[in-house]
């Protein structure tokens, strides 16, 4: 057996999430960074979660750390697959660095609005809120591009957060777990500000 012939298929597969090399080993790291907080279990979950109490005396880890940490491995998991979607979609339509700062604009957002306009949300958890900000800027590019896609997947952020503005989280949204549905809303928002002044680029690569 040819031992190349695992090797290539593995880089087909992340050719086909919108990769080449050096992106497709950057795509597992963050799936990664997104399951290995997992390792602390409840105590890891409580020191680096979103906590108003924590910030409040100084705990400002929180703010970046609350992103990557999550309520149980399923809910990692799923979190995990969500970037890997966004990833496939997206992950070519803007720089690496574009992307960093979508990603922080949107976690900033999402920090920021909880902690302005949702006092009563005691502690945060997850990725979905910044994943949110990279569907939102994604779709911004595709549609400046005009690509058919672009309508489609911006209909459906809209009815998406329209729906859970009105009337909650989704039912099979985190495998049935309390979802702070504001922290997508601030996080689309957060991630659509920025991509609004970044140049795209106008083909995909």
């Known amino acids: 057996m040819n031992a190349s012939r695992p090797v290539n298929g593995f880089r087909r597969v992340l050719t086909s999430l919108n990769c080449d090399g050096r992106y497709g080993v950057a795509l597992l790291g963050a799936c990664a960074l997104l399951v290995l907080p997992e390792l602390g279990a409840e105590a ?6 979103y906590d108003r109490g924590g910030l409040a005396t100084g705990q400002w880890w929180r703010l970046l750390t609350a992103h990557v940490v999550h309520l149980d491995l399923e809910h990692a998991a799923l979190n995990s697959l969500g970037l890997i979607l966004m990833w496939a979609l997206f ?5 690496p660095r574009q992307w960093l700062l979508i990603v922080l604009a949107a976690i900033a957002a999402i ?5 302005l306009r ?32 672009g309508w489609i ?34 996080g689309a928002l957060g991630g659509l500000a920025v991509a609004t002044f970044l140049k795209a680029r106008p083909e995909p690569v």
């Open 44 to 49: 890891g979950r409580v020191l680096l979660r």
């Open 91 to 95: 992950a070519r339509d803007y720089k």
């Open 111 to 115: 920090d920021a609005g909880l902690w």
């Open 118 to 149: 949702d006092s009563t949300v005691a502690w945060y958890v997850g990725s979905s809120g910044a994943l949110h900000g990279v569907m939102a800027a994604g779709t911004l590019a595709h549609l400046r591009r005009r690509d058919v896609d």
């Open 153 to 186: 997947l911006a209909v459906f952020i809209v009815l998406k957060l329209s729906y859970e503005q009105w009337t909650g989280a989704l039912p099979f949204a985190d495998g049935g777990a309390a979802v702070v549905v504001d922290a997508h809303l601030y």
